[in-house]
């Protein structure tokens, strides 16, 4: 049976206290709408469609760099989820199936979950997916069931003393057949003290109907709502946990894993080992048996196999390590290729640049890519030793071999096998030394009798 999705992300999320629309705010460096469609993704769904309002431009925007295919439509005023979901419907012309609604601030749930909505879907018209509340609180609807069969959704405030007492409450998300879907939301009225169109109505109008519905259960941090910093830095705190967890459960080394950032796209193979207070922006991907040691920070890049990063590394964006190379403290690599066991260990700027195997960048060296307006490539061969403090003024060539002396400033090509020596050449003054303290302790005296 076909799948579509529909994820309602119109909403304003005032409580953010932000420009930018609620559901583009991050968790573990991905927005809470990506989650949420990654996680609708899984069911292979034939088209999806993602409900805008506030901030639609910009929400598009992270909609196709998600997924191209998925459309967006507008919900100019937002007078309800009801009303929200029946803008997707000219999206859904012709297609035949199940749609799922769900929603870009409820960024956990399983697609386990969504699979067994879509199952209770062969035996109920209507499936709703509920969760029961640890302690009784006013901010969910109660989902009234008589056995299996769900009865109606009664909000809070419209419930009685013993309505109140239900733990098993509404999560919003459902499942239903296209058709009946947009049928149902036809019969929904605005006739309620928010004057608003609820999806909360179609329980009760489908048996009113005669058909079916029902409510499956889920676990409660699955569908953990965001609507404030406070409710996303806990969102974000419970997403690191479980990421943390599964990593160590795959046989990673995490140190201190509390102190380890994760993206949600972040890899790391068995037997990895990584040191304290370690972050991992987006796109990293790290190796089996590779080491990252404490306090770096990754992002874009792809660590191989026996490589050392750290302490006090940074990977920016197209960083390769190759397999066995060291990257050292106080060391920045940037779009830059680091052939097999090659090392830069000590203090200094890689970027924009490949080096070959077996090379050794000395401490202090920098490739020097920027002349203000455009950047120039690095390539250093293979075998290749750069003394300390070396300036790589790029563009230019370093052949395999070669070595530059320490303190040269390179602005022209090297052969390979060449020794690139370019700094001034030092002069020893005999006897200088003793001469030129008594000068400068005679001025200091004189300076302090002055004062
Ligand atoms: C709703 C349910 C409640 C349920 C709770 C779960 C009703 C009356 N109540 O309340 O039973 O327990 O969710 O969190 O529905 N949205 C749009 N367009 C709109 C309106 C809403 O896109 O016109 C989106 C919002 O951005 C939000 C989601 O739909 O992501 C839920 O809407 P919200 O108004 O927050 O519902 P609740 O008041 O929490």
Do not use: W
Request: aromatic residues 4%; glycine residues 8%; charged residues 25%.
């Amino acid at each position: 049976m076909s799948i579509a999705l529909v994820i309602l992300a119109a909403g304003k999320g005032t409580r953010m206290n932000s420009d930018i629309p609620k559901v583009l705010h991050p968790i573990a460096q991905t927005p809470m709408l990506v989650h949420a469609m990654r996680a609708g993704g899984a069911l292979s769904p034939e088209r999806t469609v993602i409900v805008t309002g506030h901030g639609s431009e910009m929400v598009a925007e992270a909609v196709r760099n998600e997924d191209e295919t998925a459309q967006v439509v507008v919900q100019e005023e937002q007078l309800g989820t009801a009303h929200a979901v029946a803008q997707a419907r000219a999206a859904l012309e012709g297609f035949r199936g199940n749609v799922i609604v769900l929603y870009g601030d409820t960024p956990f749930i399983d697609p386990d979950t969504l699979r067994r909505m879509v199952e209770a879907r062969k035996t109920f018209d209507l499936v709703m997916l509920g969760f029961d509340i640890a302690e009784v609180q006013p901010r969910y609807g109660r989902l009234i069931m008589d056995g299996d069969r769900l009865v109606e959704i009664v909000e809070y405030k419209d419930a009685t003393e013993e309505q109140r007492d239900i733990r098993f409450t509404n999560s919003g998300l459902l499942a239903c057949d296209a058709a009946l879907l947009f049928d149902l939301i036809d019969q929904v009225s605005n006739d309620n003290a928010s004057g608003e169109y609820y999806l909360t109505e179609l329980p009760a109008l489908a048996n009113a109907r005669g058909l079916s519905a029902t409510a499956i259960k889920c676990d409660e941090a699955e569908t953990l709502g965001v609507d404030s910093r406070a409710d996303l830095a806990a969102a974000d705190a419970e997403f690191q946990a479980r990421a943390r967890a599964a990593l160590l459960q795959q046989g990673v080394t995490l140190m201190a894993p509390e102190t380890v950032y994760l993206s949600a796209d972040t890899v790391i193979g068995r037997d990895a080992a990584i040191e304290p207070n370690v972050v991992f922006g987006p796109g990293v991907t790290v190796e089996s048996g590779a080491t990252i040691r404490a306090f770096s920070h990754l992002e874009g890049c792809h660590v191989s196999r026996g490589a050392v990063v750290g302490p006090y590394a940074r990977l920016r964006p197209g960083t390769e390590l190759a397999e066995n190379t060291r990257i050292g403290n106080f060391v920045e690599v940037k779009n830059a290729e680091i052939a097999e066991g090659a090392k830069v260990n000590h203090l200094s700027y890689v970027g924009d640049a490949s080096v070959g195997a077996a090379t050794n960048i000395g401490a202090g060296t920098i490739t020097c890519n920027y002349d203000g307006v455009m950047k120039h490539k690095t390539t250093i061969g293979e075998g290749v030793f750069i003394g300390s403090n070396t300036m790589l003024v790029a563009p230019v060539t370093i052949g395999d071999g070669a070595m530059t002396a320490t303190g040269t400033v390179v602005t022209e090509d090297v052969e390979p096998d060449a020794l690139a020596l370019a700094r001034s050449r030092q002069e020893n003054k005999l006897g200088y030394a003793s001469k030129l303290f008594q000068m400068l302790k005679a001025k200091k005296a004189r300076r302090d009798t002055e004062a």
